[in-house]
């Protein structure tokens, strides 16, 4: 697998895909398994031969033109330089969605009406502060953009009434380590910086934030933060707004430096509204993260186990006796088989589900902390009927982890859709609601399908774990409705995302709200609680120039 390519340390666009996952010329992840999958896939889903529904290329689709004036984009020039104001058609297409399913249906249709007028690559503060000053006097509407990974819809450009034109501020620019202080602990860090790199120089300095999520390749310190995302460790290191310490944003009403306390009782902590606040306060410029030693070693292993209510109750136990994990990650029966069919061809599918659900269990520190940890782990799950598999399985997971998403593009390449969905809830709730959804997901999955007798594929797994809950993370594979996919992709989402609120999950545990979970979050905050995020925006972006659409409706 090919890793990111940067030029001076910024990543380089023109090798990734623009309507797609990663790099351009990423290996196919099936490699020779591929066609006995295709085939299984299609008996499955009642398909048959899989269709051949290839994307759009670029030179077949037409941009909208920019609506910004000659004369604007020269002000903007002036303020940046003429390398950092782009309007052509390669970065206009990138930059014009993120990456959801529902972004991909988009981008792969070459439905660009969305693109942005024009992409600015701001370097310092002062820049980012003269664009937002020309943009809130000249209604113009900003999109804040780190990698542009957001899958729910955080990043794409659109106007509040009245407003002209949209300019999405691209951060790769301002991708410096600025300070590693190892006596707190903490690094000072631009936002605009992608994980590999990030971690590339916190690591040449016996440092880690220790953030991977799945995208973590192709994602950046700013998105990070302002969609409050978690990481695969994130049991040891965290999600962003536990390892945020402060953060600089740039407002339209000037520059706002949250506190930079370890603790403070001097009222309500106000950077705790910078995680999670989705670009719609300002651009968050540079932050003060934790930072931890390098660990000596990491293991992870797996366990087996004969039905996913037991798995989770062993999560729960690991949890509330405190025994230091990086992760555990609990797949139920029906991911177990699926993903063993991915890893190991159609072979493996012909007798159907195992029956098991593989619990990866990752521990990281120093080798004495890891020997440890894992002999009070290995008692706890005997006791709830796991069978330790060994290190084989969580070793192959932690080395392929960053390839599974390229797994989505031949599917969407094959007439097929896959989106996921994640909550979090307690655990009084979790087995239920993981019932609930897996049974809603099913049902919308044949309601909405082209073809009678044609089914989907939904599974889950718990993928961060709490003293008091847990976060499931759905995912499902399904046949595409030709002409009507939008629709449909609509009508899923709006029943599985009601069946997670309905059995008491939040609408979102680490992707953010953006435009996609707009609708459930009104009732989700409550009317006070609403009502206070409005003003808060109104306070700080009179205008709506910050990201206009997402989070909050305004
Ligand atoms: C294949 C795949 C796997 C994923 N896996 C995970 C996962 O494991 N964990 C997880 O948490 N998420 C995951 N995501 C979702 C996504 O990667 C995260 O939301 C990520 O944090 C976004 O980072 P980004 O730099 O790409 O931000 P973007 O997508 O560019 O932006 C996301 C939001 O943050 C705002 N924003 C970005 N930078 C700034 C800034 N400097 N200041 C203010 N606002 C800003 C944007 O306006 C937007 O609202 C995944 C997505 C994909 C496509």
Known sequence: MGRPVYLKGIMDKQKLRWNGWGLREAPDTLGDKAEGIWNWLGAYTGLGTLPHTPALPLEKITLPNTRLSGEELQTLEGMLS???????KYERAYHARGRSYHDMLHLRGGCLEHAPDAVVYPQTIEEIEAVIRYADANALALVPYGGGSSVVGGVTPLLRAGQRAVVTVDMALMSRILEIDKHTMTARIETGIYGPELERQLQAEGVTLGHYPQSFEYSTLGGWIATRGAGHQSNKYGKAEDWLVSARVVTPRGIWNTEDFPKSAAGPMLRDLTPGSEGVFGIIVDARVHIREVPEEKEYRAWFFQDFDSAVQATRLLLQHEIQTAMIRVSDINETFFYSVMHGGAEVAENGPMGFCLMLVGFEGTTEQVAHQRSRAEAILSQCGGADMGGSMGKLWLTTRFETPYL????????????????????????????????????????HNPNPGAKGLAMAHVSHSYWNGASLYFTFVFPRTPQAEIE??????????????????????????????LPWMAREKGPIAYGMLKSLKADLDPNGTMNPGKLIEF
Not at 82 to 88: A, C, G, L
Not at 424 to 446: F, G, I, M, T, Y
Not at 503 to 512: A, L, P, Y
């Open 82 to 88: 003429r390398d950092k104001v782009k309007t052509d």
């Open 408 to 447: 989505r593009d031949p599917m969407l390449d094959h007439g097929l859709g896959v989106d996921t969905v994640e909550t979090a809830v307690d655990w009084n709730r979790l087995p239920q609601l993981h019932r609930n959804v897996s049974a809603a997901l099913k049902e919308a999955l044949s309601r």
């Open 488 to 517: 449909q992709w609509l009508a899923i989402k709006r029943e599985v995302s009601d069946a997670i609120v309905e059995n008491g999950g939040t609408i979102s545990h680490h992707h953010g709200t953006g435009t996609d979970h």
